[in-house]
C-alpha cells in the first residue's frame, strides 16, 4: 500500500498528528495528496545532494501542477484552482536552490514514516497485551488443568489405600485360620504357606506401589508449589506493589486461595495415608519391609512442602493506610491507620481460632538516628471469615496507630548513613499460629515499606518515596533502599506518572503528554527510552521547585477542580510554550487550548489565537488559574464567561474553538452550570456574577514585544520554558506567567468582600468613564474578578 493512503486509513488520534505536520507552509497537504503516487516514487534523498536532479524534479513537479490545474478547471473547482496556483507561484521560488525543496520534501517523507511507525509499535504493543492477556489465561488453564490432575491422583492413592487395607486383612484372616487349623497333612500345610506367602509377596509388591505412587504425587505437589509461591505469588505482591502506586492491576486473591486450599488439601490427604501406613506396619511388618525403610523420608518431605506453603499462603491482603492519605504505606504518628492480612489456606475448622498479632521493625537497621515507634491499639485480631466479601480468612486490623519511642538505638550503629524522616522506611510484622490435624507452623509476614511521619506537611515528601520505592524496588524488606537510590529508566517512570492520574481521574497521560514531561526532564532528545531520572531531580526535601512538587501540585488541581474536563480529554494539559505556539499559529482565529502551568504551581492557563491588524496570527496566553481561582468558579464556566476588554468596544469572549477546531459549546456545553432565569444556581445562592476579564490593550502590547524579538527567559533548574527555543526560535511567553496576585483573591481582602459587592452591585457605579483611560488600569494584565450585578437576558456587561 503507497504511504500516503495509509496514513489516510489511521486512527482519529494519529491523523491529528498528520494534521500538525502538515500544519506548515512548506510542503501544502494538498499538493501532498494530489501527487502523492508522483513524490513517493522518486529519490529525493539523493536530490537533496544532485543539483541537476533537483531542477528535473522540481520541473516536473511545476508541470504535475499544471495538470492538476487542468483538472481543477474541468470540474469548474474555483477553490481548488485558486490554491493550485498559489502553491506553484510558491515552488517557482525554489528555481534558485531546489535542493533545499527536495530537503524539504525528503524531510516530510521522513517524518510520515515515522508516524506509521509509531502505528506500528503500538499495534505490535496492543497485539504484545493480547498476547500476554492470552498466555496468562493460557497460564491459568493449565494450573487448573494440573490442580484437577493432583486431585484425581489423590483420589486415586486414597483407593490404593483402601485396597492395601483389604489385601492385609485378607491375609491376617488367613493366617489367622492357618494357625488354629493347624493340619497335620504337611501337603496341605505346604499348599497353605505357599498361598500365604503368595499374599505376602503381593501385599509387598503393593506397598512398594504405593510408596512410589507417593513419592510420584510429592513431586507434582513440588511443581505446583514451586509454580504458586514462586512465580503466582510473587507475581501477585509486584501487582500489589504497583496498585499501591495507581496502577489497575488485578490484586484479588479468591483464585490463589483456591490453588492454594486445593494443594493444602492434598498435603494433609498425604499425611493420612502415612498415617495409615503406619497403623498397616503396626499390624503387621516383615524383613525388608518397604514402608519402614521410605515412610520417614516421605513424611518428612511432606511436611517440609507442607510448611512451605502454609508460610507463604500467610499475606497482608490490604497494605496499611490512613483515611486521609494521599495513599497507602504513608503513616502518620497517633492517627489511626488500617491493614488486613489474609491466609489462603483457607479451612472452616479454623474460623475464629487463629489469632494475629501485630509488631514493629524486628530487626533495626544500621541507621544513624533510625526512629523506633510502638504500636497502639487493638493489635491482636483472630482471623475469620465474617469481615471477608469473598469469605476468605481474615484478620481486619482497622484501628491500629504509632506512637514513636523516647529513646531509640538507631543511632548505637556502626554507620553514618543518615536518611530524611521521608527516607526512613519501616516494617510491620503480623504473626499467627497455624495449627490443624496435629500439624502446626508459626507463621509470618510483613507490609511493604512504610513512611511514618509526624506532620501533614511532610506527606507530599513521603508519598514520593513511596511512589519511588515501589516503583523500583521488588524486595519487600528493604528499609536500606534510600541509603542508595537507583535512578529510575525513563519508560518505567513514564508508566508510574501515568499511573498517578490514571487512579485519580481514570484517565492516564498519552504519548504526547508523556513525551512533553520528557522534554521538561531531559531537553530534546531523539530517544528518552535511554534516559535516566535521579531520585534527587524527581524530589528533594528542601527543595520546592522539585519536580514532584510541580507534578503533584498539577495532579491535585485535576482531581478537585478539573477531573471531569481531563477525563473526557478537553485538556491537553502538558505542552510546553513552543510546542503550544507550533499547534495554534495554524488555526483559525478563535482556536483555543488548555494546558497547566510550567512555572505556578498547580496552575492551569489557556492560549488562544488572534488575528492581528496586519492579518497576522497572535498567540496570546492568559494568566494561569490556580485553585483560588478555581474554588470560586468552576474552570468550563471561566472559559465560557472570559472576555477581552478592548477600548470602547463591548466585551467579547475570544474562545470559539477548543483545539483542533471543536465549538467551545459543544465541547464544554454539559458541563455548563448555569442555564437561564431563575434555575441559575448563581441567581440563587450568589446573587452576582463572577466573570474574568482581560485587559486588551495589554496583551496587544506583549505580543507586540514578542513580534520584536522579546527572547526567552535565562534557564534554571529543571528543562522548562526558558529551554523551548531548541526547536523553535519564536519562543512564546505566557502573557501573565509571573503576576502579582489579585488582592480580590487574597485572604487579607476578604473583610472588604461585603463592601466590594455593595459597590458593584450598584448600577450608578458603572458609568461611561468607569475606565477612562489604559493608564488608570492597575499593571495586572488580567483576571480581574469582576462582580456584575445580574442583567435581563440579552443584556451587556460593561
Given at each position: 500500500?503507497?504511504?500516503?493512503?495509509?496514513?489516510?486509513?489511521?486512527?482519529?488520534?494519529?491523523?491529528?498528528?498528520?494534521?500538525?505536520?502538515?500544519?506548515?507552509?512548506?510542503?501544502?497537504?494538498?499538493?501532498?495528496?494530489?501527487?502523492?503516487?508522483?513524490?513517493?516514487?522518486?529519490?529525493?534523498?539523493?536530490?537533496?545532494?544532485?543539483?541537476?536532479?533537483?531542477?528535473?524534479?522540481?520541473?516536473?513537479?511545476?508541470?504535475?501542477?499544471?495538470?492538476?490545474?487542468?483538472?481543477?478547471?474541468?470540474?469548474?473547482?474555483?477553490?481548488?484552482?485558486?490554491?493550485?496556483?498559489?502553491?506553484?507561484?510558491?515552488?517557482?521560488?525554489?528555481?534558485?536552490?531546489?535542493?533545499?525543496?527536495?530537503?524539504?520534501?525528503?524531510?516530510?517523507?521522513?517524518?510520515?514514516?515515522?508516524?506509521?511507525?509509531?502505528?506500528?509499535?503500538?499495534?505490535?504493543?496492543?497485539?504484545?497485551?493480547?498476547?500476554?492477556?492470552?498466555?496468562?489465561?493460557?497460564?491459568?488453564?493449565?494450573?487448573?488443568?494440573?490442580?484437577?490432575?493432583?486431585?484425581?491422583?489423590?483420589?486415586?492413592?486414597?483407593?490404593?489405600?483402601?485396597?492395601?487395607?483389604?489385601?492385609?486383612?485378607?491375609?491376617?484372616?488367613?493366617?489367622?485360620?492357618?494357625?488354629?487349623?493347624?493340619?497335620?497333612?504337611?501337603?496341605?500345610?505346604?499348599?497353605?504357606?505357599k498361598t500365604l506367602q503368595m499374599l505376602v509377596n503381593k501385599l509387598n509388591e503393593c506397598r512398594k506401589s504405593i510408596l512410589m505412587d507417593m513419592n510420584k504425587l510429592l513431586d507434582r505437589v513440588e511443581g505446583l508449589i514451586h509454580r504458586l509461591v514462586d512465580k503466582e505469588l510473587i507475581d501477585w505482591k509486584r501487582r500489589q506493589q504497583k496498585s499501591c502506586i495507581g496502577a489497575s492491576d488485578n490484586v484479588c486473591l479468591d483464585q490463589m486461595e483456591k490453588w492454594f486450599t486445593g494443594v493444602a488439601v492434598c498435603l494433609f490427604q498425604m499425611l493420612e495415608f502415612l498415617k495409615k501406613l503406619d497403623e498397616l506396619v503396626g499390624k503387621?511388618?516383615?524383613?525388608?519391609?518397604?514402608?519402614?525403610?521410605?515412610?520417614?523420608?516421605?513424611?518428612?518431605?511432606?511436611?517440609?512442602?507442607?510448611?512451605?506453603?502454609?508460610?507463604?499462603?500467610?499475606?497482608?491482603?490490604?497494605?496499611?493506610?490512613?483515611?486521609?492519605?494521599?495513599?497507602?504505606?504513608?503513616?502518620?504518628?497517633?492517627?489511626?491507620?488500617?491493614?488486613?492480612?489474609?491466609?489462603?489456606?483457607?479451612?472452616?475448622?479454623?474460623?475464629?481460632?487463629?489469632?494475629?498479632?501485630?509488631?514493629?521493625?524486628?530487626?533495626?537497621?544500621?541507621?544513624?538516628?533510625?526512629?523506633?515507634?510502638?504500636?497502639?491499639?487493638?493489635?491482636?485480631?483472630?482471623?475469620?471469615?465474617?469481615?471477608?466479601?469473598?469469605?476468605?480468612?481474615?484478620?481486619?486490623?482497622?484501628?491500629?496507630?504509632?506512637?514513636?519511642?523516647?529513646?531509640?538505638?538507631?543511632?548505637?550503629?556502626?554507620?553514618?548513613?543518615?536518611?530524611?524522616?521521608?527516607?526512613?522506611?519501616?516494617?510491620?510484622?503480623?504473626?499467627?499460629?497455624?495449627?490443624?490435624?496435629?500439624?502446626?507452623?508459626?507463621?509470618?509476614?510483613?507490609?511493604?515499606?512504610?513512611?511514618?511521619?509526624?506532620?501533614?506537611?511532610?506527606?507530599?515528601?513521603?508519598?514520593?518515596?513511596?511512589?519511588?520505592?515501589?516503583?523500583?524496588?521488588?524486595?519487600?524488606?528493604?528499609?536500606?533502599?534510600?541509603?542508595?537510590?537507583?535512578?529510575?529508566?525513563?519508560?518505567?517512570?513514564?508508566?508510574?506518572?501515568?499511573?498517578?492520574?490514571?487512579?485519580?481521574?481514570?484517565?492516564?497521560?498519552?504519548?504526547?503528554?508523556?513525551?512533553?514531561?520528557?522534554?521538561r526532564l531531559f531537553g530534546k532528545q531523539e530517544n528518552y527510552d535511554t534516559c535516566n531520572v535521579t531520585w534527587s531531580k524527581f524530589s528533594k526535601e528542601n527543595t520546592p521547585e522539585s519536580f514532584w512538587v510541580w507534578f503533584d501540585g498539577i495532579l491535585v488541581m485535576v482531581k478537585m477542580y478539573l477531573e471531569d474536563l481531563w477525563r473526557e480529554g478537553l485538556i491537553m494539559g502538558f505542552v510546553n510554550k513552543s510546542k503550544e505556539k507550533s499547534l495554534l499559529k495554524k488555526k483559525q482565529r478563535g482556536t483555543f487550548l488548555l494546558r497547566f502551568s510550567e512555572s505556578v504551581i498547580g496552575g492551569i492557563t489557556f492560549s488562544w489565537v488572534?488575528?492581528?491588524?496586519?492579518?497576522?496570527?497572535?498567540?496570546?496566553?492568559?494568566?494561569?488559574?490556580?485553585?483560588?481561582?478555581?474554588?470560586?468558579?468552576?474552570?468550563?464556566?471561566?472559559?465560557?464567561?472570559?472576555?477581552?476588554?478592548?477600548?470602547?468596544?463591548?466585551?467579547?469572549?475570544?474562545?470559539?474553538?477548543?483545539?483542533?477546531?471543536?465549538?467551545?459549546?459543544?465541547?464544554?456545553?454539559?458541563?455548563?452550570?448555569?442555564?437561564?432565569?431563575?434555575?441559575?444556581?448563581?441567581?440563587?445562592?450568589?446573587?452576582?456574577?463572577?466573570?474574568?476579564?482581560?485587559?486588551?490593550?495589554?496583551?496587544?502590547?506583549?505580543?507586540?514585544?514578542?513580534?520584536?524579538?522579546?527572547?526567552?527567559?535565562?534557564?534554571?533548574?529543571?528543562?522548562?520554558?526558558?529551554?523551548?527555543?531548541?526547536?523553535?526560535?519564536?519562543?512564546?511567553?505566557?502573557?501573565?506567567?509571573?503576576?502579582?496576585?489579585?488582592?480580590?483573591?487574597?485572604?487579607?481582602?476578604?473583610?472588604?468582600?461585603?463592601?466590594?459587592?455593595?459597590?458593584?452591585?450598584?448600577?450608578?457605579?458603572?458609568?461611561?468613564?468607569?475606565?477612562?483611560?489604559?493608564?488608570?488600569?492597575?499593571?495586572?494584565?488580567?483576571?480581574?474578578?469582576?462582580?456584575?450585578?445580574?442583567?435581563?437576558?440579552?443584556?451587556?456587561?460593561?
Open positions: 500500500m503507497a504511504q500516503w493512503e495509509s496514513l489516510l486509513k489511521l486512527p482519529a488520534s494519529y491523523r491529528l498528528q498528520l494534521d500538525d505536520l502538515y500544519d506548515r507552509d512548506f510542503l501544502p497537504m494538498d499538493v501532498r495528496h494530489h501527487l502523492s503516487a508522483w513524490i513517493e516514487k522518486q529519490d529525493w534523498q539523493r536530490a537533496t545532494q544532485d543539483h541537476a536532479l533537483a531542477s528535473v524534479l522540481l520541473q516536473v513537479l511545476l508541470e504535475n501542477l499544471d495538470i492538476q490545474h487542468s483538472r481543477f478547471v474541468q470540474e469548474e473547482l474555483f477553490l481548488q484552482q485558486h490554491n493550485i496556483r498559489r502553491y506553484k507561484h510558491k515552488f517557482q521560488m525554489h528555481q534558485d536552490d531546489p535542493c533545499k525543496l527536495a530537503s524539504t520534501i525528503h524531510w516530510y517523507l521522513e517524518k510520515e514514516k515515522e508516524i506509521l511507525k509509531d502505528v506500528t509499535l503500538d499495534e505490535q504493543v496492543q497485539r504484545l497485551t493480547v498476547t500476554q492477556e492470552s498466555m496468562e489465561i493460557s497460564c491459568q488453564q493449565d494450573l487448573e488443568c494440573k490442580m484437577s490432575s493432583l486431585k484425581n491422583e489423590v483420589q486415586c492413592m486414597e483407593h490404593a489405600v483402601i485396597c492395601l487395607e483389604e489385601q492385609q486383612d485378607e491375609f491376617d484372616f488367613k493366617y489367622q485360620t492357618h494357625m488354629l487349623e493347624a493340619t497335620a497333612d504337611e501337603a496341605l500345610k505346604k499348599e497353605q504357606f503387621m511388618t516383615y524383613e525388608n519391609d518397604p514402608v519402614k525403610a521410605q515412610k520417614p523420608a516421605l513424611q518428612t518431605r511432606t511436611n517440609s512442602l507442607l510448611q512451605t506453603l502454609l508460610k507463604s499462603s500467610f499475606v497482608v491482603e490490604t497494605q496499611p493506610s490512613m483515611p486521609q492519605g494521599k495513599g497507602p504505606l504513608v503513616l502518620r504518628t497517633n492517627v489511626q491507620f488500617s491493614a488486613k492480612t489474609r491466609i489462603l489456606v483457607k479451612f472452616p475448622e479454623l474460623n475464629h481460632s487463629m489469632t494475629v498479632a501485630v509488631s514493629m521493625d524486628r530487626e533495626v537497621p544500621q541507621i544513624k538516628g533510625y526512629r523506633r515507634f510502638n504500636v497502639l491499639g487493638t493489635r491482636t485480631k483472630a482471623l475469620n471469615m465474617a469481615e471477608s466479601h469473598s469469605g476468605g480468612m481474615v484478620a481486619d486490623f482497622r484501628h491500629l496507630s504509632l506512637r514513636e519511642q523516647k529513646s531509640a538505638s538507631g543511632g548505637k550503629g556502626v554507620s553514618d548513613i543518615s536518611l530524611s524522616v521521608t527516607e526512613e522506611l519501616h516494617l510491620i510484622y503480623f504473626d499467627t499460629l497455624f495449627e490443624l490435624k496435629g500439624f502446626s507452623v508459626q507463621l509470618q509476614t510483613c507490609s511493604l515499606p512504610v513512611v511514618i511521619i509526624s506532620n501533614s506537611s511532610q506527606q507530599q515528601s513521603a508519598w514520593a518515596s513511596i511512589l519511588w520505592c515501589n516503583m523500583l524496588s521488588q524486595d519487600h524488606k528493604d528499609v536500606m533502599f534510600f541509603a542508595n537510590t537507583p535512578a529510575a529508566p525513563w519508560p518505567q517512570f513514564a508508566e508510574m506518572l501515568s499511573w498517578q492520574f490514571l487512579s485519580a481521574t481514570k484517565r492516564g497521560l498519552d504519548g504526547a503528554q508523556l513525551e512533553m514531561i520528557a522534554h488572534e488575528i492581528g491588524s496586519t492579518g497576522n496570527p497572535k498567540i496570546k496566553t492568559v494568566q494561569p488559574f490556580t485553585k483560588v481561582d478555581l474554588s470560586q468558579i468552576p474552570f468550563h464556566e471561566i472559559i465560557r464567561n472570559f472576555q477581552i476588554l478592548e477600548a470602547e468596544n463591548v466585551p467579547e469572549n475570544p474562545l470559539l474553538y477548543l483545539y483542533p477546531n471543536i465549538p467551545k459549546d459543544d465541547a464544554f456545553g454539559k458541563f455548563y452550570t448555569e442555564k437561564t432565569g431563575d434555575d441559575s444556581p448563581y441567581i440563587k445562592y450568589i446573587k452576582t456574577k463572577l466573570m474574568f476579564v482581560s485587559k486588551e490593550n495589554a496583551l496587544e502590547a506583549r505580543s507586540s514585544d514578542m513580534e520584536q524579538g522579546a527572547g526567552p527567559e535565562p534557564q534554571t533548574g529543571l528543562y522548562g520554558e526558558g529551554a523551548d527555543q531548541v526547536d523553535y526560535p519564536e519562543p512564546l511567553e505566557s502573557t501573565l506567567e509571573t503576576y502579582s496576585p489579585d488582592p480580590m483573591l487574597s485572604s487579607s481582602a476578604e473583610p472588604q468582600t461585603d463592601e466590594l459587592l455593595q459597590y458593584l452591585n450598584n448600577p450608578n457605579n458603572f458609568s461611561a468613564d468607569f475606565l477612562p483611560s489604559d493608564s488608570a488600569l492597575p499593571d495586572l494584565n488580567l483576571s480581574s474578578f469582576i462582580s456584575m450585578p445580574i442583567q435581563a437576558c440579552g443584556g451587556i456587561y460593561l
